[in-house]
């Protein structure tokens, strides 16, 4: 085993890669302005003004005003930070439940993979966003609730994806070595096994914050997501389509926000799994 | 009634009687060249209705959805109803007398009147619905006033008598209920059997076909007593989504709807929009109001009630919610109705003196973080309300802001309609609320606001508890004499204005646009659908001319 | 064959019984009863009357014994009654509209994989060419346009300021009394732009896909082995590469079913298409509980029969597979 280490290859192939590059700069850029929102405009989210309501951007308004006459501009920055928090929350709930299962899964086999497995299975029969309305709509829409369930009901790929690492990698020289020497079961997965099975679950990660973001204002559109007075940019699409008409601003600008977000998340994603891929180092 | 859609409102609305004495607006928009041109009315035509929702069933009576009802009032008859001036008159009852004690109405029955199936309408059909209503095993939710009925008769074919254990003045209007063909429905269980789907009436419209989720159509029934209907066909189609609704609406797929105040102040005013459409804007039949837990500390003190209904700027929600298509609240009445007493405490928008009384109620500012506070503890309360209705949403907001100002921190929480229900107005788990009543014709108001009606499932959720308001309920239901009706509700208004139990914000208006084919519409208090007979289309400006009516 | 079939029908027994489970008790987290709406905040429903109502839905039963007696019916095919006032049978009220959703999502399907696989291939053939890249692009558009905002974009587009396309419903007011030719392009019509956004959301998965296993499969020993023949690269893709890439394409057909059942709750309530989505959001919001659990129960067995289906023409396609 000669050459580069694994790090530097992916580093190489990772910045040669135009669209990665691009989708990894917006996403820092969106993270700069969801923390930095308030300086970014002067207006607040909330700030009520009746007497400018549905106007079209202007300079006073750059995005347009919204039905009570709020800066839309504005809500779209602060509508980054849900989209955002929900995004990672979500994602973190399934990955984190997703690599726990997975693992022990693919490490003990057996009647507990089988079991993992059955549930697995039985969560991927359900069209996953029948599940997520029914039970948001149950429970009651508020932000934490939205990044439990999407993250609850967002683990199978994970679990399955680690698994299969776990499963391909049990037999391999160095857990072998691992075990000769003595290594308990518990330290062996964890440091050893997990570390490689990284790899594709960040991939899996930043697509599902993708994923994430869309199923939140798909919610939010339907009015059973993030609440009013809070910005998400789901909810001012609902605006958007009640006055579709008279103002397409409030249709243009969020949709293109998301549009934006999860382009990049995906190309990102989609960039460091083209970059693990040593095989592209043609 | 409860309206938690907003959409179902404007639904509802449409049919709903309105007012036309204090409104300047209500003259049809015409196009210039049709301006003045008088039409003789003629048969024919087809009226295609959007819907927001599907209807249940056509069974009205176990059903409680707008759409069931706005449809069932063309299929049946009720033996009375509210006329254009919202009077009482006879539908299938050419007259009735009240007894003496007012204990006893008996309904003279109209002759000659036949169901759609041919079979003739008699006293029997309505001892019918009668029993149908109080049979426990009915699903319905309308029997409270039909259960305080001691006795009813039949003696002949025409003849209908109820007897009451006390004089009960809304009983009269209760016989407005949809009534039903006994020898169709004899001996069935009314849950189950497929009449709701396909229903026979005695109204001036016969079923024909629905197709579930896509539209409800009626044919005009020829025979109908009171004349033919001129418009031969009426269908409802059902478009979940207000928005697409109206492009349908100018796309000419839909003939008419109700119009939100944003698409009838902003979209509604170009030449075509005018050259092929009539609006109409009168105020609708219900309030929007901030209500109050009684139970609550913070809410208990009268003076904080006042100072926050001093605080609430009802004008910037009429123009920002409304955009200023609504009229101010003082009650729980129109200002046009005979109960309406005009000369009771109002509370115009004033933050300084809300300050004050907050102030003098023991809540100051005294870190100077604007945030009033006393004893430590800092003012704030969630408002609440359900989800489905932006406009309430949009008044919450509006309150927040103008409680902001004079130093509360108010949050807001809107919770589906199922879960609102159950788990928080039922448990009467909240602080503050925002929520709407229909305006009923009928000035009883003993279920909202008389202090028994305070259990879990009843509407006196906010625990209002007035003894002399109770007298008087007592007192204005129990007696056919308008006169002291109307001094026992003056003086009710009187003591709700003064106790501010609600801060009552808005009514909004009604705004219906309707093609500009129909003719012979005429806004008055009862709004446009009174004489919904008598609407006609022009033979040359006739759309749909080939059908089976 | 028949053994395979025998078995994966067996396996989907526990899965069934499991997704009824699952579905029982996440509708049964609801705060909400359904008489609750049924009586709907009137002032005429009185107490006595709402007590009726409970009774006659069987609400005031312990919860394992109504799981167990809808279990019972469900296996028989008789998801109970809707809650709703109509009272109609739960089957009915699917049935009605199960072939809608069904008939869009398969003709959506359909030509997903007319586009969606050539798209992949010859992307995969001709890797970073400009075709690669802008097709890229556009996939990518493909995974991240919110289908709401583009239903509703197209809809303003073509039903209102062109007028070409209606915009809303399955048929026009005067369907029935249209020729047959009329009736069908009336139908088409209609069908236009919802099947366009369900289309757009659903091919760039099936397109990345297939241009994975495309660039997987060129790279494969066999396909230098054919073109060292001196074989015709036409021949060396068509006919070698293009079969082996293919197959795995098969099984996701099957995975988009839950997908495609899901995402219609969003474009049938925009487009107001009488079909399943749109009857289970209503569902939902009114916790009408037979609808709800009947339509998880159906959609989740749609979604079994389809990997079945999926499973089946993937043996069938590879000469490999001995079931």
Redesign the interface.
């Known amino acids: 085993m000669g050459g580069e280490s694994f790090g530097k290859i992916f580093w190489r192939n990772f910045t040669k890669n135009r669209l990665a590059l691009l989708g990894a700069a917006v996403v820092i850029v969106l993270f700069i302005v969801s923390i930095f929102a308030s300086y970014l405009s002067s207006y607040s989210p ?1 700030q ?1 003004d ?1 007497t400018q ?2 106007n079209p951007p202007s300079r006073a308004h750059i995005f347009g005003t919204d ?3 709020r800066d839309v501009f504005t809500r779209i920055l602060y509508g980054s930070r849900i989209s955002l928090k929900v995004g990672f929350v979500a994602v973190g709930i399934a990955t984190l439940i997703g690599v726990i299962l997975g693992s022990i899964s693919g490490f003990y086999g057996k009647w507990v993979d089988s079991l993992v497995m059955r549930v697995v299975d039985i969560m991927l029969c359900f069209p996953s966003f029948f599940l997520i309305l029914a039970v948001i ?1 149950i429970l ?2 508020s932000i934490y609730n939205i990044m439990i369930v999407i993250g609850v009901t967002g683990w199978m790929g994970v679990a399955r994806l680690v698994r299969a690492e776990f499963l391909s990698l049990k037999e391999r020289d160095f857990v072998v070595a691992a075990r000769a020497i003595g290594a308990g079961n518990l330290r062996v997965m964890f440091s050893h096994v997990l570390p490689n099975a990284m790899a594709p679950v960040l991939v899996s990660a930043t697509l599902g914050v993708a994923a994430a973001v869309l199923t939140e204002s798909a919610l939010s559109f339907l ?2 997501g993030v ?3 809070t910005p998400s940019w789901g909810n001012i699409l609902t ?1 958007g ?6 103002a397409w601003w409030l249709s243009l600008f969020p949709g293109f926000a998301i549009l934006i977000t999860v382009l990049s998340y995906n190309l990102l994603g989609e960039g460091i799994r083209d970059s693990l891929d040593p095989r592209l180092n043609i | ?2 309206k ?1 859609r907003l959409v179902a409102v404007f639904a509802v609305l449409i049919l709903l009687m309105g007012s036309g004495a204090c409104r300047k607006e209500n003259k049809s928009a015409l196009s210039p060249s049709q301006e003045g041109k008088v039409y003789e009315p003629e048969y024919g035509d087809t009226l ?1 209705e959007g819907s927001i929702g599907d209807a ?2 056509l069974l009205p009576h ?4 707008s759409a ?1 009802h706005e449809i069932a009032d063309l299929i049946y008859n009720g033996l009375v109803r509210y006329n254009k001036d919202l009077i009482i008159e006879g539908v299938l009852a050419d007259s009735w007398k009240v007894s003496e004690d007012g204990l006893t109405i008996t309904f003279n029955l109209r002759k000659n009147v036949k169901w759609h199936d041919g079979v003739p309408f008699t006293s029997k059909d309505v001892m019918f619905t009668y029993k149908l209503m109080i049979d ?10 039909f ?1 305080r009925v001691k006795k009813a008769e039949a003696p002949d074919d025409y003849t209908f008598k109820v007897t009451y254990d006390k004089p009960f003045a809304p009983a009269l209007i209760t016989w407005s209920t949809w009534i039903l063909p006994a020898h169709l429905l004899e001996g069935k269980d009314i ?2 059997v497929e009449f ?2 396909n229903p026979v009436g005695t109204g001036p419209y016969k079923f024909k076909e629905w197709k ?4 409800i159509v009626i044919v005009s029934n020829n025979d109908y007593f009171e004349g033919r209907p001129y418009i031969s066909r009426v ?1 409802y ?12 609406l ?2 000419g ?1 839909v003939d008419e709807m109700g119009l ?1 105040p ?1 698409q009838y102040s ?2 509604t005013d170009t030449p075509p929009f005018r050259n092929n459409f009539q609006k109409f804007r009168y105020p609708s039949f219900g309030y929007t109001f901030l209500g109050f837990n009684l139970k609550d500390e913070k809410f208990k003190d009268k003076k904080i009630r006042h100072a926050i209904s001093y605080a609430v700027n009802k004008k ?1 929600i009429i ?2 919610v409304n ?1 200023s298509l609504a009229t101010e609240s003082v009650g729980p009445y129109r200002s046009d109705m005979w109960a309406n007493n005009p000369n009771v405490n109002k509370y115009p928008y004033n933050p300084e003196k809300s300050k004050l009384l907050f102030a003098e109620a023991g809540w100051k500012d005294s870190d100077g973080d604007g945030l009033l506070e006393k004893n430590g503890k800092k003012f704030e309360f969630t408002i609440i309300t359900n ?2 209705n ?1 406009m309430r ?2 008044t919450a ?2 309150i ?2 103008n409680l902001k100002d004079v130093g509360i921190n108010v949050k ?8 609102f ?3 928080f ?2 448990k009467k788990n909240f602080e503050a609320i925002i929520l709407g009543w229909s305006i ?1 014709i009928e000035p009883d108001l003993y ?2 606001w008389h202090s028994s009606k305070t ?1 879990p ?3 006196n959720f906010i625990s209002f508890s007035n003894p002399e308001v109770d007298k008087l309920l007592e007192a204005g239901r129990s007696t056919f004499n308008l006169e002291e009706r109307k001094k026992a509700y003056g003086r009710i208004q009187e003591i709700l204005a003064d106790e501010q139990p609600y801060v009552f914000l808005f009514v909004p208006d009604s705004l219906p646009a309707i093609s500009a084919r129909f003719k012979n519409i005429k806004p008055e208090p009862a709004g446009i659908n009174y004489n919904f007979i008598k609407w006609f289309v022009p033979k040359e400006l006739q759309k ?1 001319t ?1 059908m089976t009516p | 064959m028949g053994t395979y079939l025998i078995k994966r029908f067996g396996a989907m027994i526990p899965l069934l019984f499991g997704i009824t489970l699952i579905s029982f008790i996440v509708i049964h987290l ?5 008489t ?15 007590q ?2 409970r009774e ?1 839905y069987g609400l005031n039963k312990p919860l394992h014994v109504q799981y167990f007696d809808w279990l019972q019916r469900v296996v028989k095919f008789d998801f109970g009654r809707s809650f ?5 049978l739960v089957i009915d ?1 699917i049935n ?2 199960i072939w809608i959703t069904i008939g869009i999502n398969t003709i959506s399907l359909f030509i997903i994989v007319l586009i969606a696989i050539p798209l992949g291939v010859f992307s995969a053939t001709y890797q970073y060419s400009m075709f690669d890249k802008i097709s890229t692009v556009i996939v990518f558009l493909g995974f991240a346009v919110p289908t709401f905002w583009l239903a ?1 974009l197209l ?2 587009l073509f ?2 300021n062109l ?1 070409w396309l ?9 369907y029935d ?1 249209m020729t047959f030719i009329g009736k069908m392009l009336d139908l088409g019509r209609h069908i236009v732009l919802p099947l366009f956004v369900s289309v757009f959301g659903g091919f760039a998965g099936l397109s990345r896909y297939s241009r994975s296993n495309m660039l997987e499969v060129i790279r494969q020993d066999y396909i230098t082995t054919a073109r060292s023949k001196g074989l015709e690269e036409r021949t060396v893709i068509g006919k070698h590469a293009l079969r082996n890439a293919l197959l795995p394409v098969i099984t996701i057909l099957g995975f988009s079913l839950p997908g495609l059942i899901g995402g219609s709750v969003i474009f049938e ?4 298409i ?1 079909g399943m989505g ?2 289970f959001y209503m569902a939902v ?3 009408d509980y037979p609808v709800i659990m009947g339509e998880l129960v159906i959609g989740a067995f749609l979604t079994l029969v389809g990997n079945l289906i999926a499973d089946i023409s993937y043996a069938l396609a590879d000469p490999r597979i001995r079931l």
């Open positions: 909330d009520i009746v309501i549905l039905e009570l006459g709509s009651e829409p009015g059973i609440q009013p007075p605006e389509k009640d006055n579709i008409e008279i | 009634m409860m938690h295609i249940s069933t176990i059903a409680s959805d069931s426990p095993k009915t699903p319905t939710a309308y029997s409270g006033d259960l849950s189950n709701g789907r579930t989720g896509e539209k269908i189609r059902i478009i979940p989504d207000n928005q697409t609704m109206f492009l349908e100018q796309a797929g939100t944003l902003r979209q910037e123009d920002g955009l989800q489905g932006s949403a949009r907001e509006i927040q802001k807001i929480r809107i919770v589906e309609w199922a879960a229900l159950k788990d107005i039922h009923p279920d909202v259990g499932d009843e509407l749909f080939e | 609801a705060p909400g009863e359904p609750d709406l049924a009586t709907e905040f009137n002032p005429k429903a009185s107490v006595q009357a709402k009726q109502l006659l709703s006032p109509d009272r109609r009220k009605e509209r509703l809809m303003i039903g209102v007028g209606p915009i809303s419903g399955l048929k026009s007011i005067d009394n309530t925009i487009f107001a009488p749109q009857l919001m009114s916790r």
